[in-house]
């Protein structure tokens, strides 16, 4: 059953109904015809009422489509809700929805109840009619806003009653929120001793597929780098310049780890993460995400592999918004020893710890391998 119904007063009106027989049936036999019409025309009324609040609703369809919007900090975005009605009409009714505080109404009246938004709204729909309504909504924290439940309200057109459905399925719409994006002092170095693709004047690498110039062959020269065509033009051969490049990679390893559970400036660390991510997206800077996060996989813990541009952004930035403070850690040290064991440090390395005694093992040896940062909590810069 997709909608439960909620009819009470459906009860009441029968045993009015049933009462109304009796006492016409009384009227006939002592010949009240004026008191029998008078009855039949009531009962006429009360009979459409159990009729409508019987039948409406048993063909109102609601188009639960998967949907996952994603939404900046203070940005917008709406649920879209599709109804369509094959039965009889729906007047005056009201629509009810909750769903998780991450996102906040646009204009609208709410009643929040703990991490639950209530909203109401006006509900009308035709026969043989499909409605579609969007309900603006705002990021207002960071994580996933769910649609938990859903009931419309269907008032009795004719007099007193109503009925209510409540949809039984699992509502599959979402509202993914990204963490608010501060300003962090941010630096990299490229590495002249890695390839990479970081134009920089002073490399031992060449991208070959950024040639910039010509210039005379020299016998050191290797054959397959002669410009021909330019040869033939200078009458003399010429070699091919490239642009140098250099690595840039970086890596953030975040600790959210607290004794049995995470840490108290969960929030302001996943923020400032999100504004390095941001940076590098905006410099064009590669980067791999750690997080030391319970997770099932070649990981074991949350982990994002070296990539740049929209598409790592917005994965990074995902990674970020579904971190609760209900999940499993697992020490940091233990993180950093499988980094350490299954992948290649990058020339850049930020770790985001409060505790760098736990590291302090894999800072001493990454210290030779990489350029490494340990940044703080705010609390201990400051304190600092």
Known sequence: MVWMRHDDDLKNMKWVFGFLLVLFFIAMVFLQFTAAAVIVFVGTVVGLQLFYLKQVGTKLVFQNNRMRKRVLYDGESSWQLVFKNDGLPIWGGQLKIWFHHAVEPIEEQRLSTGDLVELELPFTIGHNETIELNVPVTGKKRGISRLTKMEVLIPQPFGEGSVTLEYQPRLLQEQLVFPKLQKYPFGYTPSPQKPGEFNLKHSLFDDAFQPIGTRDYVSTDQFNQIHWKASVRMQNYQ??????????????????????????????????????????????????????????????????????????????????????????????????????????????????????????????????????????????????
């Open 239 to 384: 070699t091919k310049i490239f642009s140098q490049v250099a690595n840039e990679t970086m890596l953030f390893a975040l600790n959210v780890s607290a004794y049995y559970g995470t840490i108290h400036d969960l929030e302001d660390r996943i923020e400032e993460l999100a504004s390095y991510i941001e940076n590098c997206f905006n410099a064009g800077v590669p980067y791999a995400i750690a997080i030391n996060i319970r997770s099932a996989g070649k990981m074991p813990y949350l982990y994002l592999s070296t990539g740049q541009g929209q598409k790592q952004r917005q994965q990074a930035l995902e990674l970020l918004s579904v971190i609760s403070k209900n999940n499993a850690t697992l020490a940091f040290s233990t993180m950093l020893g499988h980094l350490d064991i299954h992948t290649e440090l990058p020339y850049t390395t930020y770790l985001l710890t409060d505790k760098s005694e736990e590291a302090l093992r894999f800072i001493k040896k990454w210290s030779r391998q990489t350029q490494l940062t340990v940044l703080p909590g705010r609390k201990e810069r400051d304190l600092a």
